[in-house]
C-alpha cells in the first residue's frame, strides 16, 4: 500500500519555466490538498480539492494552478516560476467526512534558480 | 506555535527521559488537533489526535494534553528514543464539517544517546 505518491522527488527549475508536480493516492480518499513548506516554518495551504470536480484555494494560492485529474490524482502546476517558488511541496489526502487526519506523501523539493 | 522564521525551536533531551512539546493554537472554535511527526527528507507522519470534547488522550508512548481555556496543546512521549528525533508539528481543524488544517511552526526535537 504506497499511500501518497508523489513525482518528482526533487526539480530545478529557471525563472519563467513551468511545472507540473504529480501527487497520486490510493486510499480512496475523495479530499486531496497541495502543501508548500519552507525552512523554519509549518505547512501552508496552496489549493484544496474536497471531492472529484471540485478545487478551491488555501492560504497561498498566488502563482499556482491545480487539476483534480480524477479521484486518485491531484496535480499542481507552476505557469512561471518565480524564486520565490522555491520550498517543498507535500500532497495529502483525507475522507471528506470531518475531524479526521490527513496522510501526507514524501514531498518534491523544488529549486527556482 | 509560533513562527519563529527560519529557527526552529529545538527540545535537547536524553534518550530514556520524558519530552514535552508544546504548541500554542489560535483558534477557539477549532475541535479537531493532530500531532504530526516529519524526519528529514520525508513528509509529516501521524502520531496522535484529540476532539475539543476530550482534554487528555494516550497512545503508545504519547499523550496528547488539550487545554481549551488558554488554547495550548502539548505531546508528552514517555522513554524518549533516538528514533523520536523528527519536527513535530501541531495542526488545527477549523472547519467543523471538512478537514482544512492550520499548521504551527514546529518543534524539532534531538535526542542524545
Known amino acids: 500500500n504506497a499511500g501518497v505518491t508523489q513525482t518528482p522527488k526533487f526539480q530545478v527549475l529557471k525563472t519563467g519555466q513551468s511545472m507540473t508536480l504529480q501527487c497520486a493516492q490510493d486510499m480512496n480518499h475523495n479530499s486531496m490538498y497541495w502543501y508548500r513548506q519552507d525552512p523554519g516554518m509549518g505547512l501552508r495551504l496552496i489549493y484544496y480539492s474536497a471531492s472529484e470536480g471540485t478545487t478551491d484555494k488555501g492560504e497561498v494560492p498566488n502563482g499556482y494552478n491545480v487539476s483534480r485529474l480524477n479521484k486518485r490524482e491531484f496535480s499542481l502546476r507552476l505557469e512561471s516560476a518565480a524564486p520565490s517558488q522555491t520550498s517543498v511541496y507535500f500532497c495529502?489526502?483525507?475522507?471528506?467526512?470531518?475531524?479526521?487526519?490527513?496522510?501526507f506523501g514524501d514531498g518534491t523539493r523544488l529549486s527556482i534558480l | 506555535g509560533e513562527s519563529v522564521g527560519l529557527h526552529l525551536p529545538t527540545l535537547s533531551v536524553q534518550e530514556g527521559d520524558n519530552s514535552i512539546i508544546n504548541c500554542a493554537y489560535s483558534?477557539?472554535?477549532?475541535?479537531?488537533f493532530i500531532w504530526y511527526k516529519q524526519e528529514s527528507g520525508k513528509g509529516p507522519q501521524f502520531i496522535i489526535d484529540?476532539?475539543?470534547?476530550?482534554d487528555k488522550r494516550q497512545g503508545q508512548r504519547v499523550t496528547v494534553l488539550l487545554n481549551k481555556t488558554v488554547k495550548h496543546l502539548s505531546l508528552q512521549i514517555a522513554a524518549t528514543q533516538p528514533g523520536d528525533s523528527a519536527v513535530y508539528f501541531c495542526?488545527?481543524?477549523?472547519?467543523?464539517?471538512?478537514?482544512?488544517?492550520?499548521f504551527g511552526s514546529g518543534t524539532k526535537l534531538n535526542v542524545k544517546p
Open positions: 495542526a488545527e481543524n477549523r472547519e467543523r464539517n471538512f478537514n482544512k488544517f492550520y
Open positions: 495529502a489526502s483525507s475522507t471528506q467526512q470531518g475531524n479526521q487526519p490527513q496522510h
Open positions: 483558534n477557539s472554535a477549532s475541535d479537531y
Open positions: 484529540i476532539r475539543s470534547n476530550m
